[in-house]
C-alpha cells in the first residue's frame, strides 16, 4: 500500500514562512516525478511546484522566488520551502508522486493559512 504523508502546515501571518514535508512510501522513489498541488476554497487544484527524478524543477509563476522544492530520495521525502508567505497562498497543500500510468499517487493534504 503506497502512502505519502504531508506535514508541516500551519496558520502563518504574511512574510513568513513554512516547509512542507511528504514522506512516501514507495519502492524506487528515485523514478518518481514529485509535485505539490493546492486547492483553495472555490477553486481548482493547481500545481505549486514540481521536480523531476533527475531535479529538473518548475514553478508556479504565482511562486517562483518564494518558494523551493527539492527531494531527498535516501528519505524518500519531498519538501516545499515556501517564504515570504502571502494570504493568496491559503489553501489546502497536496503531495503527488507521479511514476507512470498507474503509478500516481496523492497525500491526504495539509493545511496552510496564512492570514494577519
Known amino acids: 500500500q503506497v502512502q505519502l504523508v504531508e506535514s508541516g502546515g500551519g496558520l502563518v501571518q504574511p512574510g513568513e514562512s513554512l516547509r512542507l514535508s511528504c514522506a512516501a512510501s514507495i519502492n524506487i522513489f528515485s523514478i518518481y516525478v514529485l509535485g505539490w498541488y493546492r486547492q483553495a476554497p472555490g477553486k481548482q487544484r493547481e500545481l505549486v511546484a514540481a521536480i523531476s527524478n533527475g531535479g529538473t524543477t518548475n514553478y508556479a509563476d504565482s511562486v517562483k522566488g518564494r518558494f523551493t522544492i527539492s527531494r531527498d530520495n535516501a528519505k524518500k521525502t519531498v519538501y516545499l520551502q515556501m517564504n515570504s508567505l502571502k494570504p493568496e497562498d491559503t489553501a489546502i497543500y497536496y503531495c503527488?508522486?507521479?511514476?507512470?500510468?498507474?503509478?500516481?499517487?496523492w497525500g491526504q493534504g495539509t493545511q496552510v493559512t496564512v492570514s494577519s
Open positions: 503527488n508522486a507521479h511514476g507512470g500510468i498507474s503509478r500516481d499517487y
